[in-house]
């Protein structure tokens, strides 16, 4: 007989479809896409959102033309409409060493369900989806494509995937902000352990190509809380070594670094106009989907 094949479909939280019910999620930047969609395009086209009045070129077409201003002008105006298109979503996986942790799922299998999530409401939308995973070794990427087959590719590269190795986080969002040219929109989904001014420095290149960027930044509960009573062995999961410490003794410097770790991502994130969500994965997947999703469904993003 032959071996059925894993679906993995199961990474998709179905609570948080049935949230959504339908309504486009939108972004408030204009987007390039191949298309026409939901999205605001940085050209002009066709469409019941008017944009501005613009000059007659002899040549044009005249069906465009506004009578009334030429009455009360003696000048000829042609109307110029918002166009609107799908656009190209990037997820970008953070597949180091220290993803692994957690209990009783690590952030590493709660990103898979929510980067899968998300893709399939884009997808659903008639937006393109693509993704990109980082590893040390044999980095995938998957060319963002609009068809509804995409989330099963994505989901065949998702579901056997394991963390493994140091965090190439920073460096590669540089290679991607180099190789994404049309503008779309950039799902970074990691832990963030490295300098935060190196990942705003990456941020801020991705934004200087007019990407939007959401950071979805993974914690396991044990890390935001802290919670350890007695001596422990502290591993790197990312293979530099272990250290034997007292958790009490060192609590309070840890979780005041934690805290300006988080808050200098947050600002940096505020003042290049990204978006910044921080996740722990004790909560359901729903309520991440609602938090992002939150003044993105329906008219205007805000």
Not at 40 to 51: D, L, M
Request: hydrophobic share 35%; net charge negative.
């Amino acid at each position: 007989m032959a071996r059925r094949r894993k679906t993995y479909f199961h990474y998709v939280d179905q609570d948080s479809l049935s949230r959504i019910s339908g309504e486009p999620l939108l972004t408030p930047f204009p987007m390039e896409g191949s298309v026409s969609g939901h999205h605001r395009s940085p050209h002009k086209g066709s469409s019941v959102e008017f944009a501005e009045y613009r000059e007659y070129t002899p040549g044009e077409d005249p069906r465009r033309m506004d009578w009334r201003v030429f009455a009360r002008t003696d000048r000829y105006y042609l109307k110029e409409f918002e166009a609107e298109t799908n656009l190209r979503g990037q997820f970008v996986l953070d597949c180091s060493g220290s993803m692994s942790f957690g209990t009783p799922a690590s952030k590493f299998e709660y990103a898979k369900k929510l980067v899968s999530t998300l893709s399939y409401l884009y997808v659903g939308q008639g937006d393109a989806v693509g993704l990109h995973t980082l590893r040390h070794k044999k980095p995938q990427v998957l060319p963002a494509k609009r068809n509804p087959s995409q989330v099963q590719e994505m989901l065949e590269i998702l579901g056997p995937l394991k963390p493994k190795g140091e965090t190439l986080l920073a460096s590669s969002l540089h290679e991607i902000a180099a190789s994404v040219r049309m503008r779309g929109m950039i799902f970074i989904v990691s832990d963030m352990l490295e300098d935060p001014g190196e990942i705003m420095d990456a941020v801020l290149h991705l934004r200087d190509r007019k990407h939007e960027v959401v950071l979805f930044h993974i914690f396991d509960p044990q890390e935001l809380d802290f919670t350890f009573d007695r001596p422990t062995r502290f591993v790197d999961l990312e293979g530099a070594g272990s250290l034997i410490t007292e958790p009490t003794v060192i609590r309070e410097e840890y979780l005041a670094r934690l805290n300006e770790h988080v808050q200098e991502l947050r600002q940096g994130c505020l003042e290049s106009q990204a978006r910044y969500h921080l996740v722990r994965t004790d909560s359901p997947l729903v309520d991440v989907i609602d938090d992002f999703s939150s003044g993105r469904i329906g008219g205007k993003a805000a």
